[in-house]
């Protein structure tokens, strides 16, 4: 888009909004590339851009990946680096006329900096609507209706995240190489929605998984991808609604 056809979208609706896609450049296993969560994030967010009829913005394809550093290729920035990148942001799309944002996050590790920072714009911008959704947590809303995976063998580069790239671009799955891998955690601690409620636990990719992987991403299926994408766009959308 030019300038001009920002101002004109802008001029044209006091509330006009634009989606934000926020991936990350982390290991994913063998099988997996390491834009894995910037794809889907980038996916989720053009086909909410359309049916919002929003402005679709460039995807942040780098974000707070620290658990996975000690993989080659893995590339973080700090949280503070994170934070500020999408506080300026957001301060810029303000200034240009934006007063929704709406953020599609990729990345687990992501969202409780996004947390922190949509509160701290929100108090120097008390006009600017704030959404942040992160595509894992919702598809595990759908996903525990027909999930394969035993317990504690969903995390990383499993059965679910597999599952949206087989849909996706199957052309980057390299299935022959993905391999089933618990985690090694203290008793009661996984990354099972329900364990992640109780308590936040500091942990290292490389201390628990040898491969990058935790979970079975052997049981992912395209059709099960579809559905989990399909369910996150209408979850984000109805969320958001017409305003």
């Not at 079975?216 to 609604?241: F, H, K, M, W």
Request: a negative charge; aromatic letters at 6%.
């Amino acid at each position: 888009m030019t300038w001009t056809a920002i101002k004109d979208v802008v001029d044209a609706d006091p509330h006009a909004r634009i989606v934000m896609p926020v991936g990350s450049l982390e290991q994913h296993g063998p099988h997996l590339p390491l834009n894995t969560d910037s794809i889907i994030a980038d996916y989720v967010a053009d086909k909410v851009s359309k049916k919002l009829s929003s402005v679709l913005f460039p995807t942040l394809s780098i974000g707070y990946s620290l658990e996975h550093s000690g993989f080659p290729g893995t590339i973080s920035f700090t949280p503070q680096t994170f934070s500020s990148m999408i506080a300026e942001i957001t301060h810029d799309l303000y200034e240009s006329g934006f007063r929704t944002l709406i953020v599609i996050n990729g990345h687990g590790g992501n969202r409780p900096i996004l947390d922190s920072s949509i509160t701290s714009i929100k108090h120097a911008h008390p006009d600017l609507r704030l959404y942040s959704f992160t595509t894992l947590d919702i598809a595990r809303e759908k996903f525990r209706e027909f999930r394969k995976s035993p317990r504690q063998l969903i995390g990383h580069a499993d059965e679910l995240e597999t599952s949206m790239m087989l849909a996706l671009r199957p052309d980057l799955v390299e299935m022959a190489k993905a391999v089933t891998e618990k985690p090694v955690f203290p008793p009661g601690i996984s990354l099972e929605s329900e364990d992640l409620s109780r308590v936040t636990y500091g942990w290292k990719t490389k201390e628990v998984t040898e491969s990058g992987i935790i979970g079975s991403p052997n049981l992912a299926t395209l059709e099960t991808g579809r559905i989990l994408l399909d369910y996150v766009v209408q979850t984000i959308c109805s969320t958001v609604g017409d305003r």
